[in-house]
């Protein structure tokens, strides 16, 4: 059975958090052990490894970054041109990752059709994470 997750950060986690996907759960974990700059670092739950053994071949992947105008207390970027550099940067991320073969971007109903085709067999080794 094809998992569908429907919201998963993982460009902004890849850049942000500077977490590698391609690599199993723990070395992520254990590259992050001791460190402070973030909450919740070494506790991380998602992986491409971990994703293709619990079946989930199918993601929204975001972009997320934030405008925040002057006095907003949300955390974000203080100008319309730094957010949108931002979320190019984890557009080129996502890319990278499909031409690694990690992933692979879901655009229309022949590229879906084709993806569950793929993950249909049940062996969910290296097949690539769709996303959309």
Not at 92 to 116: C, F, N, R
Request: proline share 7%; charged share 25%.
């Amino acid at each position: 059975m094809l998992i569908f997750d429907a919201h998963l950060d993982l460009a902004m986690n890849a850049l942000d958090w500077n977490r590698d996907y391609t690599r199993p759960l723990e070395d992520i974990r254990q590259r992050e052990a001791g460190r402070t700059d973030k909450p919740d670092r070494g506790h991380g739950t998602v992986c491409f490894p971990e994703m293709r053994q619990g079946g989930v071949g199918l993601c929204v992947a975001t972009q997320i970054a934030r405008y925040v105008k002057p006095g907003n207390p949300l955390p974000g970027w203080f100008s319309p041109e730094q957010a949108w550099a931002q979320t190019q940067g984890q557009v080129a991320w996502y890319k990278t990752m499909e031409e690694d073969g990690e992933m692979v971007q879901i655009t229309d109903l022949p590229s879906l059709e084709k993806h569950l085709s793929l993950w249909s067999d049940g062996n969910t080794t290296r097949k690539p994470i769709g996303y959309i």
